[in-house]
């Protein structure tokens, strides 16, 4: 079945580790999104890479940084975790390089992800 | 800073009634408005989307009621099922990466 992979699906993680998330998507979709969802804030964008090659900073891009080397791959990089960053963390993507009507976004399962 | 507000947090319905969740945006410039529904363990997926043009969008048991002046839009579960219950997002956008979240909706429909 077409659509995006994420891994690991939970992960305990001690404060100061690096941690990698991996994000793939199988539908040739030009544009790739991280999301954190946290209870009462809804799910806010963190990186997003509208093709391969370019990645650009959301509305809370701090500790994070992304790479974006091919068209389905777009992996999220904690350098050193801090506890404020447990979260879920959904991978998305979306058709064009802009969500349109008729592009909406398309999401992972989430990685549940606990600094401590 | 949240550009778009959802109401309420939680709402509990009874099986065959009517859910409603409503939505206020700030930014006049956004130009599509989706909702989103997300089951536990799984991401959110797309429900239905309206854009600014229309006052009105039904699919089956879900309408979205839009109004443009002001600044507010709703989404309506007619017939509500035990198999609704989940978390509602709604969304605001002028593209990808400008796609702005409510804070979302936990909907329990009794059985």
């Known amino acids: 079945i077409a659509g995006i992979t994420q891994a690991p699906t939970s992960q305990i993680l001690a404060a100061g580790r690096r941690m990698t998330l991996r994000c793939t998507q199988d539908?040739?979709?030009?544009?790739m999104y991280w999301y954190r969802q946290d209870l009462g804030l809804g799910l806010r964008l963190i990186h997003y890479?509208?093709?391969?090659?370019?990645?650009g900073k959301g509305e809370v891009p701090d500790g994070y940084s992304v790479s974006r080397a091919n068209t389905d791959d777009f992996p999220l990089t904690l350098a050193s975790a801090v506890p404020s960053q447990t979260s879920v963390y959904f991978c998305?993507?979306?058709?064009?390089?802009?969500?349109?009507?008729?592009?909406?976004?398309?999401f992972g399962n989430g990685t549940r992800l606990t600094v401590t | 800073q949240q550009q778009v507000k959802q109401s309420p947090q939680s709402l509990i319905v009874q099986k065959g009634g009517i859910s409603i969740i409503n939505c206020a945006y700030e930014?006049?410039?956004?130009?599509?408005f989706p909702w989103y529904q997300q089951f536990p363990g799984k991401g959110p997926a797309l429900l239905i989307a309206?854009?600014?043009?229309?006052s009105e969008k039904k699919e089956g048991r879900f309408t979205i009621s839009f109004n443009k002046s002001a600044k507010q839009f709703s989404l309506h579960i007619m017939d509500s099922q035990p198999g609704d219950s989940a978390t509602y997002f709604c969304?605001?956008?002028?593209?990808?990466?400008?796609?702005?979240f409510g804070a979302g909706t936990r909907l329990f429909v009794k059985a």
């Open positions: 998305a993507s979306s058709d064009g390089a802009e969500s349109s009507y008729n592009s909406p976004l398309h």
């Open positions: 539908m040739r979709h030009n544009a």
């Open positions: 890479s509208n093709t391969a090659g370019t990645t």
């Open positions: 930014n006049t410039a956004f130009d599509y």
């Open positions: 309206i854009r600014p043009d229309v």
């Open positions: 969304a605001a956008s002028t593209g990808g990466f400008k796609t702005i």
